[in-house]
């Protein structure tokens, strides 16, 4: 167990400090600055010179980096340019938006993926299964941000059940809270349950093949009951490597949903961000996205170790399938 | 002190009405408040109750980097803030003329150089007496700020408090420009010792203070308590920042906001859906910014004049003005910004015909000219390219096009070098923005700059009407710059809102009118 710590915590910090070099020199690539930005259509020259010099974009990039890196060991991770607020003050204050939208939607998915691919599992010769099959297929094919689009015509314009966009959060009033995440956990959830689905069910077809489901139904219990109570478990090994592996393409999702329900998290800094030439705070936040990812990459290597005793004590990880 | 007033019989009876209500509502006698009512804003009936705990929401597309109005002329910036948290030393009315905001009076000497300012008792939102120091060191942060902000102090020698309250200007020469220039932001006023809190949320005189700033969320403003003037309707204001102008719409039809305040991208579309919609309407607001086509004068291609005319044959204003701005706007070929400027002119040089167009490249000896199109993908800029793009195409050239997202843009356009050959852009500059260097079209005429500064030095007014109509009209003939429409801004809004101002000033949204009424 050690072992697998001591190897999933420094590929974490390897993987955590290429990112960071990679992001910090792929901005500095990108045409016009956060000088340019401030100062908009009627700068001179002389202004943006003096502006860049006064935010020490002129100095080297190995000062910058260093400048910027040196920081964040510190937890400073420094002043946005123009809107002058601390960026990791910024960050703080936006993750639990993230976080919960991102969180809520993988358990939610997770959960409704395991029961309806089971389902269609057991249902796999007869027309429920096909109807399954049917329904992921259009789940995986309609892209959040228009199932979002939909959602608000419906529920907040059409019928004014719940707001059509912006946040209130939970800590502040729970049920107002809740009703502004329904909308955006949903339409992240709905298309990532149907690729999720489609896991599970054949995880459990492979599964419901096992001798123990056989020898299961010949002690008694039926095919729902024996993939139940002993088919889940080991179908959910699959689902928890893809679960985990869903959410890099979930936080990019989250940052049109988060566009689309103006939501104040971090897939919108990120835009805002990189739209104003925010260095400083373009890197600090892929820096956290990137922890992010790499700890729950983390947790699911360990997650294996408590579903299937065999990689707890191989000390590896395990396949996907 | 002789009291400067350029009065027109409207403005003149909604000073007499004014002065009435002063007289009658106010102890201090020698204020002037100028409330316009009526034919100013999209209300016809009495003016707003000043005890209503009533809070409004307004949705802006665009949010600026700070607040900081000296460093950047966004319009971003001026839509919440003007006349609403800081206001200016005067206030331009909608026919044109100037009316008294922070300064009460004024006079100007016979010469034209020395204006006095006579500054009105008030408080700024900290609590502090608005005095002339306060002025001063306002409008010495404006004179130093960047681009359009400073152009008015152009002529200006020296800014001086000669008691509390009075300041004093001295211009080397004449300038028309100044008095107009104080109608801007270029004389807003912030209270002394606070300019370096300025990006972060200014500190003025206006009927609003500025609460809190969420960046990426919203700006709340609250109702200001000692305001020099009529109290506003609204006791809570919260601006919200929706980039995406589907999720404003849809926002507005669900009823969790009240006022979409200027829809520019694809919303365009949905205003007829809007207009039909019960409890909604849209109200266009004039003034806003002109929309043009821009030719880079150094580019090679442009050396030939031919090739510069056969482009101005080449486009039809109202169709981009139907496709990009849902046939609303005034369509215009002269730069003459706002549109209601005693030197407006329906003077058009080049007249739509395609057919020209290609006899003209013949001409020059480029039929199936290569044209490079930049342009933004923001806003109304796809539906101006693709329309454009078609006509340049009909009449002969070969475009070719080079999509960019703003801050790209910014830097390759509008940066230090103007790398690009032809684009389409709006903003809300004046004509004088051209001068030699001639601004990013780099097209340069010594004649043309003399007429805006022998109108700017002219102290009878008919004098600057005449050069700058002939400054205008010259810069058309040149036709690098190439207006297409004097945008009107388009905004979405629950009908029981009533006391939107229907012209801008200077690209403020004036919250002081607005209540709610049947």
Redesign the interface.
Known sequence: MIRVLARAMSSLAISAFLGSVVVFLLLRM?????A??????????E??EA?RDEMGLDAPLVQQYWNWISGVFRGDMGT??????DIAH?IWTRVPLTFTLAISSLILSAIVSLVIGTFSAIHAKDWRGTWVDVLSQIGIAVPSFWLG?LM??LF??EL?WL?????VPLTEDLGEGLKSLTMPVLALSIPLSAVLVRYVRSGMLEVLDEDFIRTAQAKGLTLTRAAWRHGVRNASIPLVTVTILQLGSLLAGAVVIE????L?GLG??LV?AV???EALSVQSLTLVLMLMILTLNFLMDIAYGLLDPRIRSSGGSAPIT | MRTYKRSRPALGLLMTFALFATACGSDDGDSVTDTPVGEQTNDSTAAADPTADEELTIAVSQEPPNWDYTQSGATAIKTPLLYNVIETLVEKQSDGSVAPMIAESWEVSEDGTVYTFAIREAKFHDGSDLDSTDVVESLEFNRAGEGDIATPFDAVNSIEATDDRTVVVTLAQPSQAFLNGMATISSAIVAQGTTDQVAQGPIGTGPFTFVEWKPDVSVEMNRFGDYWGDAPYFSNVTWRFITDETASLNALLAGDIDVVAAILGEGIDRVSEINAEDGLEIVTIAGFEISYLSLNAQAPIFQDPLVVQAINHAIDRQPIIDAAFAGLGELTCTFVNPPNEPWASDYCPYDYDPEKSRALLEEAGVPDLVLPFKYLTIAEFPPIQEVVTAQLTEAGFNVELEGRELTTYLDEVLGESADYTFTSLSGPSTIDAWKCPGFFTQYCDPEFDQLLTDGDAATDSAVTTEKRLQAVEMHADAGFLIPIVAKVQVAATRSDLKGIKLFTAGSEFDLGYLRLGS
């Not at chain 1, 707001?163 to 946040?167: F, S, T």
């Open positions: 990108l045409k016009g600055d956060v340019t930005v401030i100062l908009g259509q009627t700068a001179t020259r202004s943006l502006l946005s340019y123009a809107a002058e607020f910024e689009l608000v015509t907040a314009v004014g707001p059509a966009g912006g946040y566009n689309v329900f103006t104040p919108r800094m805002v739209g104003g030439r």
